[in-house]
């Protein structure tokens, strides 16, 4: 079985790009696939002939972030290629900061199709359905539009994946003719319950944008580290495609004020090292498009979790049995308060961290495997190929 995966991946590390990069490891250390072959995307010209070998995976850079020409090239190379089954691992800036070289990637899954080959499409945000003015989308009045273009365009495949259970239903509604399946993001690798960080030390961790909420975070550390001069805020995370000053501007707004760390681009073998330094994870997001990545990396590692009380989060949460302690969105004061509260309970932290500790045990790397390769399989009967993907008796979502 020769399976193709389209996904952003190292070097250039993004959310979508960070769960491509472990799941396609993942599938690849199965023993399952013959040949998986990524096809990943270049911030630079220069890689785009490179090929890369994370072992079992042979990567290649075939397409190149911001160009319009994404899904005739990906296109391209599947034909040549030949595999007998493509996923797609996408997200709403995926394929660079511009709605049209967005729809030029988000294009190839209905490109796919009509080539013959079976597809799968994991959608990290159901774009038509989040709060676009929020999340500071581009296009103005016809940004609704190019929402459900692209939407549309990425649910034209025999499988969608969805990572929360809130969207496939809202699939259902909009859509009731796509076969939509609900995948949890889950841990990116067996959870390992790190000792607690003994020093006050906050981790803000995602792709640095206005929606973030970051400017609500800094305000609320400031007024904390009067209280505890101890404190720490480590800052991390690439810079988002569309808001390329964003970090820098903060960064010497807040330039005077003591204890802050700002990581910029952290790699993916130093990211569980920042987890391990800091004491609580906070995610005081303004506005989300899809579940949190972060989130389930700090439940893996034992770190407790302060997060905007956003209704996307509130979902992700439940449907994971997780704890959270939720701060009101874009409430400064309120954010302040939960921080506090984690910090000076010790016993509130190691609640949390247990149960959500037990619960991650339902979302392993295996377990998504194996939800993955049910996708594929039905994805190849629906395309009615007559192969298949031979699940060992001993991978069943209850072992493992």
């Given at each position: ?110 490109l796919a199709q009509k080539m013959g080959f079976p597809t799968v499409v994991t ?183 302060v997060a905007s009380d956003l209704a996307e989060i509130r979902s992700f949460v ?51 495997c194996i939800r993955y390769l049910h996708a594929f399989n039905l994805a190849l ?20």
């Amino acid at each position: 079985m020769h399976l193709a995966i389209v996904s952003p991946f190292p070097p250039t590390i993004t959310g979508i790009g960070q769960y491509g990069y472990h799941l396609s490891r993942a599938l690849g250390d199965l023993g399952l696939f013959e040949k998986i072959s990524v096809l990943a995307g270049s911030s630079s010209s220069n890689n785009l002939n490179g090929t890369d070998h994370f072992a079992p995976l042979q990567v290649e850079y075939p397409w190149q972030l911001e160009r319009l020409d994404t899904s005739l090239k990906i296109i391209s190379r599947l034909r040549e290629l030949k595999p007998d089954l493509v996923w797609f691992n996408m997200g709403a800036s995926a394929f660079g900061r511009s709605p049209l070289a967005n729809l030029s990637g988000f294009l190839t899954p209905v490109l796919a199709q009509k080539m013959g080959f079976p597809t799968v499409v994991t959608l990290h945000e159901l774009i038509e359905a989040a709060d676009l003015q929020a999340l500071k989308v581009p296009g103005g009045i016809f940004a609704q539009f190019g929402a459900k273009l692209l939407t549309r365009s990425g649910t034209y495949a025999n499988v969608v994946c969805l990572t929360t259970q809130d969207y496939v239903d809202k699939l259902k509604i909009r859509y009731p003719n796509v076969r939509g399946i609900h995948i949890p993001i889950g841990a990116y690798r067996t959870p390992d319950l790190l000792p607690e960080e003994q020093n006050p030390e906050l981790l803000f961790f995602t792709t640095l944008a206005p929606f973030k909420g970051l400017e609500g975070l800094l305000k609320a550390f400031s007024s904390l580290l009067e209280e505890i001069p101890s404190l720490r805020l480590s800052i991390a995370g690439a810079t988002h495609v569309r808001f390329a000053d964003y970090a820098a501007r903060l960064k010497q707004q807040y330039s005077d004020l003591a204890g802050i760390r700002w990581l910029g681009e952290v790699p993916e073998d130093k990211v569980q090292d920042i987890f391990r330094k800091a004491q609580i994870i906070v995610l005081p997001y303004t506005a989300s498009s899809g579940s949190s990545s972060v989130l389930y990396q700090a439940v893996m590692w034992g770190r407790p979790i302060v997060a905007s009380d956003l209704a996307e989060i509130r979902s992700f949460v439940v449907e994971s049995n997780m704890k959270v302690v939720y701060s009101k969105v874009g409430n400064t004061e309120s954010l302040v308060q939960a921080i506090r509260f984690l910090l000076e309970s010790a016993s509130a932290r190691h609640e949390q961290v247990a149960h959500n500790f037990k619960s991650i045990q339902h979302f392993r790397p295996e377990q998504t495997c194996i939800r993955y390769l049910h996708a594929f399989n039905l994805a190849l009967e629906l395309r009615r190929s007559e192969k298949r993907i031979v699940i060992p008796a001993q991978l069943t979502l209850e072992q493992a």
